[in-house]
């Protein structure tokens, strides 16, 4: 079964949400968020969000089309640029789910987890932390390593 959402719906869903609760969203925040939103999807429904996939970026996991579309705005919070999908319930309460974890934090924090998580340092390799990475993260380690957390919850 295809993916039923894009990354840039997800993005701007998360935009949106982000808004309406009186938080920040950069263009570094939102890659994360992205990041934990198809983990846990991946960890919960054994399927992808969206299509899209992750590289290994020197700063976290990062989705090379959604990073380029928001670049303008370099580190200043993401405008709400369009009406957020429709969404069914089931998805707007899981995206609310994983806002409600990740959102009140900041990218350095997102990007401090993201880069020490099983998903992200395989991907590396033995690259050294500041060398650059365009290698796709393993939809199989994040899966895995976010169904075990979810186990020992």
């Known amino acids: ?10 993005a701007d869903y998360f935009i949106a949400l982000a ?4 938080e920040s969203v950069n263009n570094s925040k939102l890659q ?5 939103a198809q983990a846990w999807h991946l960890a919960f429904y054994d399927a992808p969000l969206f299509g899209e996939k992750f590289e290994a970026w020197i700063y976290g996991p990062a989705i090379p089309s959604v990073y380029w579309r928001f670049k303008p ?5 993401l405008p709400v640029q369009r009406e957020p999908p429709a969404l069914d319930a089931e998805t707007t309460q899981f995206l609310d789910q994983v806002a409600s974890e990740y959102l009140a934090l900041d990218e350095y924090e997102l990007e401090w987890l993201s880069r020490r998580e099983p998903p992200w340092v395989n991907a590396r390799g033995r690259l050294d932390i500041d060398e650059h990475c365009t290698t796709e993260l393993s939809e199989e380690d994040m899966r895995s390593y976010f169904r075990r957390l979810a186990e020992a919850a």
């Open 1 to 10: 079964m295809p993916p039923k959402l894009t990354a840039d719906q997800v």
């Open 19 to 22: 808004h309406q609760r009186g």
């Open 32 to 36: 994360k968020l992205l990041y934990y």
């Open 73 to 77: 705005f370099s580190i200043s919070d």
